[in-house]
């Protein structure tokens, strides 16, 4: 069952049965879905995906896909009413067509009213009561004596990502990287593909448009690759992410007042289970599309190999920043405001100071917004202003760190120093990902507190012991993260690595799929005493 992510009165639909980590999903619907989809006519394949995706969508949001209708509709106009404002301008004589400039000056005419109906939808839906009541809280303060009445609102599941896509096929279109799509049936399919429903990755129109109508035939080869992703991605939830879920579950709970390395173990926790979590549900998401030939993008490239916080989120839900970087992040630093400040920055502060501002102003709209993105919750915006902060910084002293090593004759790029950045960086990550997974703000800040009191807080006493694991379940969760983490180690180092076992001669690959197999069934935490993580993501 997928999480109810319920903010007051506000509530991500998201009651449905087929979350991709359950045996209805994979023994059923997608078994089935792959069949009607071999059957079906290579010209119509399209259509049957578009069926499965809207059965799907159904499945946890029913009549609320009116809202995915609306969004779709105005996407899809949008984008054809500025690429018939492109055409016809084309079509003129070359001494009367508009300059690009001008040009974009008229259909940007089109595209904002476009953006903002796709962008006030997911707005209006998500965070008109988390804005309601944070403006009457900050009216209150003032002297006035409001009152807010929360409405109920449900919201589609799967809205935050495609209401991204959306924003950035319009955006593509206006800025003429392709042509807008005619057949709505089409986009619709682009904007809900069920595998990338609920937890991205967020994809291009460009990326996808070819491999989603091809309707290219299930090989024994895209079958094989896509089955091992999705075991790889069973393994990391169901042996490890799951595991810890109690873990989490009580390490967490505000009664529970821990202190010293306990805090700075409930940080190691709540970051490993994360990311077991999301990048495993990724995995089974890239592998169920693998299977109809179509590449998703990735959204995880081996993130604790980090040396920065910025290179963290290169690797890390890559295809959210990559969104961010190309909407919001270039827009604005190539902006005419910003050309006009370099210019002037330059000449009178000097290139460090000037590029300090520059990124300052690009990376502030981008990480509130990201903050924005994950939900309407104090937690998750001070998220955003967490990282535009430590990023900012990360901006300001990288000169200074080059610059003494130079000076020293140290080598920046030294063993010794690549191990110190990447420690560095993954107490950067757990303190983020920390204060993501508090209630509230005084929550993080009273963990934060008490992580320099009570010593090693009975860590070392046996209390681990006593948030909901025994010893044979860290034993399992320890040997399950060296299992993953070798594999990432062998995966930055060669990306194909899991693509190639099917190529391997039978009994290497067959010992591997059986040690995929019953490591799963053995390992894997269900049954009595368990409970399976819910999509951590579904919810946004």
Not at 200 to 206: V, Y
Request: proline share 4%; with cysteine.
């Amino acid at each position: 069952m997928v999480r109810k992510m319920i903010f007051p009165q506000t509530d991500v639909r998201s009651g449905g049965t087929m979350s991709y980590n359950t045996n209805l999903y994979l023994l059923l619907f997608l078994p089935l879905v792959a069949l009607a989809y071999q059957l079906t006519p290579k010209k119509h394949r399209w259509k049957t995906l578009l069926a499965a995706s809207i059965f799907f969508f159904a499945d946890f949001s029913s009549y609320l896909i009116l809202w995915t209708l609306l969004t779709a509709a105005i996407t899809w106009c949008g984008g054809l009413l500025i690429q018939s404002m492109q055409d016809k301008n084309a079509a003129l004589p070359r001494e009367l067509r508009m300059r690009p400039k001008d040009l974009g000056r008229r259909t940007v005419l089109v595209l904002r009213p476009a953006l903002i109906g796709v962008i006030g939808i997911l707005a209006g839906l998500k965070y008109t009561n988390f804005t309601m009541q944070t403006v009457t809280s900050l009216m209150n303060q003032m002297g006035a004596h409001l009152t807010y009445q929360p409405l109920k609102i449900l919201v589609p599941i799967g809205i935050s990502f495609y209401s991204l896509q959306a924003a950035g096929y319009l955006l593509d279109i206006h800025w003429r990287r392709f042509r807008a799509e005619t057949n709505f049936g089409k986009l619709f399919l682009f904007l809900i593909f069920f595998p990338t429903l609920m937890e991205g990755p967020i994809m291009r129109w460009e990326d996808m448009k070819d491999q989603l109508f091809e309707g290219e035939s299930i090989t024994v080869l895209s079958l094989s690759q896509g089955l091992i992703r999705i075991g790889w991605g069973l393994f990391k939830r169901m042996i490890i992410s799951d595991r810890m879920n109690t873990m989490v579950t009580v390490l967490f709970q505000p009664q529970n007042h821990f202190s010293g390395l306990m805090i700075l173990l409930t940080g190691v926790v709540v970051t490993v289970q994360l990311y077991m979590e999301f990048s495993g549900t990724i995995d089974i998401v890239i592998g169920s599309a693998r299977i109809f030939q179509i590449r998703l993008t990735e959204n995880f490239r081996q993130p604790f190999l980090s040396q920065s916080a910025a290179e963290f989120w290169r690797r890390w839900h890559i295809t959210l920043g990559v969104w961010f970087k190309n909407y919001i992040f270039y827009p604005v630093s190539t902006s005419e405001l910003m050309k006009k400040w370099a210019k002037f920055g330059r000449k009178h502060c000097g290139k460090y100071i000037t590029n300090l501002v520059i990124s300052a102003i690009a990376l502030f709209p981008v990480w509130m917004l990201n903050g924005l993105w994950h939900g309407p919750k104090a937690p998750y915006i001070l998220y955003g202003v967490y990282y535009f902060i430590i990023l900012l910084i990360g901006v300001a002293i990288e000169p200074f760190e080059k610059g003494v090593c130079r000076r020293a004759g140290w080598d920046y790029n030294a063993a010794a120093f690549r191990i110190f950045r990447r420690v560095r960086t993954f107490f950067i990550v757990i303190t983020g990902e920390t204060l993501f997974r508090c209630e509230t703000w005084s929550q993080f800040t009273g963990m934060l507190s008490r992580l320099f009191t009570g010593g090693d807080g009975g860590l070392f006493e046996g209390k681990i012991l006593e948030i909901g694991a025994d010893a044979g379940d860290l034993i399992i969760i320890a040997i399950g993260c060296a299992i993953v983490f070798t594999v990432n180690y062998r995966l930055e180092k060669d990306p194909d690595l899991l693509e190639k076992l099917p190529m391997k001669p039978a009994p290497q690959r067959w010992a591997i799929y059986y040690a995929f197999l019953f490591s799963i069934l053995i390992f894997g935490a269900y049954g009595t005493g368990y409970q399976a993580v819910d999509l951590i993501y579904a919810g946004f």
